[in-house]
C-alpha cells in the first residue's frame, strides 16, 4: 500500500498519471472521510475511478457509484468435475446463448416461471419506496434475466482440483443505467442552482436530507437488487442448461452473488459514512468474493481479510489498460484468436477490445491485493460466453420462451458456409431490416433526447405551473357557486377559468404561457408513449394509454388557453352540447355517448383511487420532512375531489345518451349546477371546489417535483 497523500491511499503497483491525478481530485472533495482508497486494478472512469472506494460524510456522487448500479458476479460451484463434462463443449456454449438474451439492449419475449417471483418481488420494492420503475424503463422486467455487453460474460469453468465452477458478470441492464444518468444529472443541477463549481463537473453531489438525495437512495437500492436478482435468473437458467448436457441436475455446493459498484452505509474509524465502491468489492474478513480476471485468463474465489484502510475492499477484476478504442487499434483479430486458445467461444472480431491485453495482468493485480483477500480458488475458463455491443437485441431462437439475444453461429476454427443465392438474397433482406429498425431508433432516441433537453424540461414544468392556476380559479368558482355569489352568466369550468385569466390585466400573457407550457408536457407525454422504452407487454400499452390520455388532457388546456389568447374561446358547455348533438345524429351515437359517459366515470374513479392510494407520489420526487406530508395531503383532497367531478360530467353524457338530449351533456359548469341543485349539495360542491383548489396547489408543488 502507497499512501499518495493524507486522503488518498493506493494499492496500485500499476497506476497511470490521468487516473492518479482523478483520484487526487475525488480525494479533495470536503466530505470525503476519512480517505478515497485506490484498489490494484484502478484505471480512469466517469468522474470517480473506476476501482476506487470513496467513503463520504452527508453527500454521495452518484458518478462516484457507477453508471451499471449493482454490476458484480456470481458463482456456483457445481458436484460435476473435468471428467463430467462433454467433450465437445460447442452445444454447451450455444445452450447458454440460447437460454439467456446477450447484448446491449437485449430483453427476453416473455417473463418465464423462475423470473415472475423475483419481478413481484422488485414490484413490491418499488411500490414500498414509491418509485415506478416503469417511468424510468418500461421494458425492465423483460431485461430481468439478461446479460448486456462489454466486459459481462457468462464462463464455465475448473478450479485448482477440477472441480466445475459457473461463472457469471452482470449488472442492472437499461433501468439501473437510466436511473444513474437521471441522478447524475439531478446532481449536476443542484450544483448550478447552489453556484457550486467543481474541478469535474461529474464529481456533483446530493446532499443528505434533501429530496433528491432520498429519491437516490430509495432508487439506488432498488437497481443494486435488481442486478443482484438478474444474476439470479441468468445463473439459474445456465445451470439448467449444464444439467441437460450432462445430463444430470447440478448439485450447487455453493453460490456467491457480490456486487461491485454500490453504496450502503457502514461504520468506520467511529463514524457510519456512506462507502461507494465502484469497481470494487467488500472484503471483510472472512467474507467470500469473486475477483475475475480478463477474458480467457484466470479468475479468484477469494475471502476478505477485513483490511481496515481500504475500507475493508478489494478489487474487482483486472482493469482496463486500453481504451475500447484504443484495443480495437492496437490489437488483430489473430491475436485474439491465439490468446483465447483451448477455450470454447464466439469467434467474432466484435471481442477484441476485450482481448486479454487490454487489461491489467491479473496475476499482478492479485498480487497488489495481497494484504486485502485470501485466494481460495483459482479458475481456468473452458467456456467464454459474451455479448456484441452491435449484435441483434432479439434473436431467432427461443429457448422456453426466452429469447436467444443472438443467433448461435459456429465454435472457434469453423467458418460458416458461403450462402447461396436465396441466402444471400434473405441476408440483404435482414441487412435492409436491421438498417430501417437502427434508422428509427435512432430518430426516436433523437426526439427523445429533444424531449429530455433543460428548456423542454423548463418549458414542461411551466405547464404545471398553467394547470394549477386553472384549477385553482374552478376550485374558487365553485366555492362561488356554493355559496350562491357566482357572478351570472359566468361559467365555474376550465373555459370560465380561462375566461376569468383573460379579463385581468395582462391575463392574454399569461394564457399564452400556460398554452406553451402544456403544449410542452403534451408533446412530452406523446413522446413517452412512443419513445419512451415502454415494454410491449400489458403493462407497458396501458402505461402508453395513460400517457396518451394526460397527454389529450393537457393539450385540450393548452388549445383551449390558445383560442382564449386569441380572443376565439367558446363556452365549453355549447361546445359540449353540440358535439353531443351531432354525435346524436349518427348511427351509433346513443352508443358513443354511453361509451364516452363510461370512460369519464372510468377516469372519474382512477383519479379518486389514485388519491385514495396516493400513488400519485410516483410522479414525484418526494420532498423529506413536513413538506412531503402537505404535499401529499394536497395530492389526496385534489385527485379525490377531481375525480368526482368527472365522474358526474360522466354520468351527464350517459344520460345525455340515454334520453337522447344533448342538452344533457354539458361540462363541469352543469356538472356543478346539478351538485348545488340536489339535498346538501352546497356542502358536496364546496367540497369538489376545495379538492380543485388542494389540485391547483398541488400542480405547482408538482412543477417543482414533477419526475421528467
Known amino acids: 500500500m502507497k499512501k499518495i497523500n493524507d486522503r488518498l491511499l493506493s494499492w496500485a503497483s500499476m497506476l497511470e498519471d490521468n487516473t492518479e491525478q482523478q483520484a487526487r481530485t475525488t480525494a479533495r472533495m470536503p466530505f470525503v472521510f476519512p480517505h478515497l482508497a485506490l484498489m490494484p486494478d484502478a484505471h480512469l472512469g466517469l468522474g470517480a475511478t473506476v476501482g476506487s472506494v470513496i467513503p463520504t460524510l452527508g453527500a454521495i456522487m452518484p458518478a462516484a457509484v457507477g453508471v451499471d448500479i449493482g454490476c458484480g458476479m456470481i458463482a456456483v460451484r457445481t458436484q460435476f468435475t473435468a471428467t463430467d463434462l462433454p467433450a465437445d463443449l460447442q452445444g454447451l456454449r450455444e445452450q447458454i446463448e440460447r437460454a439467456i438474451p446477450l447484448s446491449a439492449g437485449a430483453s427476453n419475449r416473455k417473463i418465464v416461471a423462475t423470473a415472475a417471483p423475483r419481478i413481484a418481488e422488485l414490484e413490491a420494492m418499488a411500490e414500498t419506496a414509491g418509485f415506478d420503475p416503469d417511468g424510468v424503463h418500461g421494458g425492465w422486467r423483460n431485461q430481468l434475466g439478461t446479460l448486456g455487453s462489454g466486459n459481462h460474460f457468462i464462463e464455465v469453468s475448473l478450479d485448482e482440483q477440477d472441480r466445475g465452477w459457473l461463472f457469471l458478470h452482470s449488472g442492472s441492464r ?20 447552489w453556484w457550486i463549481q467543481l474541478a469535474d463537473p461529474d464529481l456533483a453531489y446530493l446532499v443528505e436530507g434533501t429530496p433528491e438525495f432520498d429519491r437516490y437512495i430509495a432508487e439506488l437500492r432498488w437497481a443494486q437488487h435488481f442486478a443482484l436478482l438478474n444474476r439470479e435468473e441468468m445463473m439459474d437458467r445456465v445451470v439448467r442448461q449444464l444439467s441437460e448436457v450432462v445430463g444430470t441436475p447440478v448439485d450447487e455446493r455453493e453460490r456467491i452473488n457480490c456486487h461491485h459498484n454500490f453504496t450502503q452505509r457502514e461504520t468506520h474509524w467511529g463514524k457510519s459514512v456512506w462507502v461507494s465502491r465502484k469497481g470494487a468489492i467488500q472484503a471483510k474478513a472472512g467474507q467470500p468474493g469473486l475477483i475475475p480476471g480478463s477474458m480467457g485468463t484466470a479468475s479468484y474465489v477469494v475471502e476478505g481479510l477485513g483490511n481496515k484502510p481500504s475500507l475493508e475492499s478489494s478489487p474487482h477484476g483486472a482493469g482496463r489498460l486500453f481504451s475500447r478504442s484504443a484495443a480495437r487499434r492496437t490489437f488483430t483479430h489473430e491475436q485474439l484468436r491465439e490468446a483465447m486458445a483451448g477455450i470454447e467461444y464466439r469467434d467474432t472480431d466484435a471481442f477484441l477490445d476485450e482481448i486479454p491485453a487490454a487489461y491489467k495482468p491479473i496475476d499482478q493485480v492479485m498480487a497488489d491485493a495481497e494484504d486485502l483477500v485470501s485466494i481460495r480458488h483459482t479458475l481456468r475458463q473452458l467456456v467464454n460466453v459474451k455479448g456484441d455491443w452491435d449484435a441483434p437485441t432479439v434473436g431467432p431462437e427461443a429457448r422456453g420462451g426466452i429469447t436467444t439475444g443472438l443467433r448461435s453461429d459456429r465454435g472457434r476454427h469453423h467458418h460458416p458456409a458461403r450462402p447461396g443465392q436465396d441466402g444471400a438474397r434473405r441476408a440483404r433482406l435482414s441487412v435492409m431490416s436491421d438498417t430501417a429498425e437502427h434508422a428509427a431508433k435512432e430518430t426516436g432516441r433523437q426526439v427523445r433526447r429533444a424531449a429530455d433537453s433543460r428548456w423542454f424540461e423548463i418549458t414542461a414544468r411551466a405547464g404545471f405551473v398553467g394547470s394549477g392556476i386553472v384549477h385553482l380559479l374552478i376550485g374558487y368558482l365553485a366555492i362561488l357557486l356554493g355559496i350562491g355569489n357566482a357572478s351570472s352568466g359566468g361559467e365555474t369550468d376550465q373555459s370560465g377559468a380561462l375566461q376569468q385569466i383573460a379579463a385581468v390585466p395582462g391575463g392574454v400573457f399569461l394564457l399564452w404561457l400556460i398554452a406553451v407550457g402544456t403544449a410542452a408536457l403534451t408533446v412530452r407525454l406523446v413522446v413517452e408513449a412512443i419513445v419512451g422504452g415502454r415494454s410491449d407487454t400489458t403493462r ?5 394509454l395513460k400517457d396518451v390520455a394526460k397527454a389529450v388532457v393537457y393539450g385540450v388546456i393548452a ?23 351531432k ?52 395530492g389526496v383532497v385534489g385527485y379525490i375531489g377531481k375525480g368526482i367531478a368527472v365522474v358526474i360530467v360522466g354520468v351527464l353524457i350517459a344520460v345525455a345518451g340515454l334520453q ?18 340536489m339535498p346538501g349539495g352546497v356542502f358536496v360542491l364546496v367540497a369538489i371546489g376545495i379538492g380543485f383548489l388542494a389540485f391547483g396547489v398541488y400542480s405547482f408543488f408538482r412543477a417543482r417535483f414533477a419526475r421528467l
Open 174 to 193: 437499461g433501468v439501473g443505467n437510466k436511473i444513474a444518468q437521471r441522478h447524475i444529472k439531478v446532481a449536476k443541477q443542484a450544483m448550478e442552482r
Open 660 to 677: 337522447s338530449d344533448p342538452d344533457q351533456a354539458t361540462g363541469l359548469d352543469a356538472a356543478f349546477d346539478a351538485v348545488r341543485s
Open 559 to 581: 388549445y383551449s388557453a390558445a383560442s382564449y389568447a386569441l380572443g376565439a374561446g367558446s363556452s365549453s358547455s355549447s361546445s359540449s352540447q353540440s358535439a353531443a348533438a
Open 583 to 634: 354525435t346524436l345524429a349518427t348511427p351509433g351515437g346513443v352508443f358513443v355517448l354511453l361509451l364516452a359517459g363510461a370512460i369519464a366515470v372510468a377516469v372519474g374513479i382512477g383519479l379518486v383511487v389514485i388519491g385514495c392510494r396516493r400513488s400519485f407520489r410516483k410522479q414525484i420526487t418526494r420532498p423529506s420532512g413536513q413538506l412531503d406530508r402537505v404535499v401529499t395531503v394536497l
Open 540 to 544: 407497458g400499452w396501458l402505461a402508453r
